[in-house]
């Protein structure tokens, strides 16, 4: 088999793991799976367990960068009703099946909440590092595989105030480039309405529709040898 082809086992060395794109298509998959998190049904199709959450997505003051221990971190996150994802991190901790037990990696669990801030002299990540399946990423530093981990879009975010609004800086807006990013916009969406049922339902489209046929049913004679 030649370098770089598909081939049976994947545990081999010379194996093509990492393909590379281009810096385009990347800050676009960011954008994309940034946008996803802000919408309350993709992050409960991913299995995140945000029912009792006011609001996605979920900011919270900068009074976060004060916490400095775990045990105040677990009661921020009980107050704001997020601390159910945690659990369920908890309850979903196995044992690997396979040789990836003899590989320093003999337990796997679901993914919690990620927590993105923007200081960098803080303690904050001293505090939550510790909680299972919670995370942390700088928002000048936003980490696709922590955005959409395994490829699913959807991931319950913690931002802080000061984060969320940096992003406009960091990514643009629509009639705004970036200014850390040269030349860089937000993408447009291709359908401005994403209520497809509506738009299937509305006038302009059923008036040049054909009517709908009457069901043709066929009967099967077997045939007589």
């Not at 509305?202 to 529709?209: A, F, K, N, P, W």
Request: hydrophobic share 35%.
């Amino acid at each position: 088999m030649t370098r770089g082809g598909r081939m049976f086992a994947p545990n081999k060395i010379w194996r093509r793991w990492h393909r590379k794109i281009s810096k385009g298509q990347r800050r676009y998959a960011t954008c994309s799976a940034l946008a996803a998190t802000s919408v309350p049904s993709l992050v409960l199709a991913r299995g995140h367990r945000i029912e009792q959450v006011t609001e996605i997505p979920l900011v919270v003051g900068n009074d976060i960068y004060d916490i400095s221990k775990t045990k105040d971190a677990v009661e921020f996150l009980k107050k704001i009703e997020a601390y159910d994802d945690v659990e369920k991190v908890k309850d979903s901790k196995k044992l690997r099946r396979g040789k990836g037990k003899a590989r320093n990696r003999r337990h796997t669990q679901r993914k919690g909440p990620l927590i993105v801030y923007l200081r960098e002299d803080t303690k904050l990540v001293f505090a939550f590092r510790n909680i299972p399946g919670v995370e942390l990423c700088n928002v000048n530093r936003l980490n696709l595989l922590q955005l959409a981990p395994g490829g699913h879009l959807g991931r319950f975010i913690i931002w802080t105030e000061d984060a969320f609004l940096s992003l406009d800086n960091i990514f643009g807006t629509f009639n705004k480039e970036s200014t850390q990013k040269a030349g860089w916009k937000l993408p447009q969406p291709v359908i401005k309405n994403a209520d497809l049922s509506r738009l299937i339902n509305s006038e302009e489209i059923q008036s040049v529709l054909r009517p709908r046929q009457p069901s043709r049913k066929f009967q099967v004679r077997k045939k007589i040898l």
